[in-house]
């Protein structure tokens, strides 16, 4: 077999190789919603804070759902959050941060989110925090080369202060652009976790 035979079949097997890749089912890319990163304080001594389950608002085909990236007409790859729903991963991620921060954290639940609710609470919690998820959805499209990216997020918190009584409502809204060339599972991850810590931040970093 001469030379050009050898580089008219490797062209044509090449060729077939990228319409393959191009061409694929579409699948489902599984993203851990978690708390990334460390606390820049710590409190001092020990406090325990209470933590309720954020409740998922979102008007979306299940609670798993983040968002898709179009990859073709008709196409579309999935974003579901995993292991668990995006509430969970949520409350999860507030947890943790807590955690991080020194504090010891007890679930809770019932808490009504307002501060005559704060009577009910076990008198040994300093803190409890609750809230929903309004948004929290990533929109994607694969273009030539790249994939852009929409991060919507909108969650608001209540932090209830057990000792005086008063609850702090604090709503937060982020939107973030992106254009990731080489897309993939942990991009998308990081992309998602550092902007829902700068939420968990602002709720929880002053608290001592």
Request: glycine content about 10%; hydrophobic content about 40%; overall charge positive.
């Amino acid at each position: 077999m001469n030379r050009v035979k050898i580089l008219f079949i490797s062209f044509i097997i090449l060729f077939g190789l990228l319409v393959a890749v191009s061409c694929r089912t579409p699948g489902t890319y599984f993203i851990g919603v978690k708390y990334a990163g460390d606390p820049e304080t710590s409190i001092q001594g020990t406090a325990l804070i209470g933590m309720q389950s954020f409740l998922d608002k979102r008007e979306e085909e299940s609670k798993n759902y983040i968002g898709a990236r179009i990859v073709g007409k008709d196409q579309k790859e999935l974003f579901l959050s995993s292991p668990v729903s995006v509430a969970d991963s949520v409350t999860s991620a507030f947890k943790e941060y807590a955690e991080k921060r020194g504090f010891e954290v007890k679930s809770i639940s019932g808490w009504d989110l307002s501060p005559a609710g704060l009577k009910t609470v076990d008198k040994g919690l300093k803190y409890v925090v609750g809230g929903h998820i309004e948004k929290l959805r990533c929109d994607a499209t694969k273009r030539v080369g790249r994939t852009n990216m929409v991060l919507e997020i909108k969650i608001t918190t209540y932090v209830g202060s057990v000792e005086t009584g008063s609850v702090t409502k604090r709503p937060f809204e982020i939107k973030l652009t992106r254009t990731d060339p080489t897309f993939g599972a942990s991009g998308l991850e990081e992309f998602v976790n550092e902007a829902l810590a700068k939420i968990i931040a602002n709720t929880l970093a002053d608290l001592n």
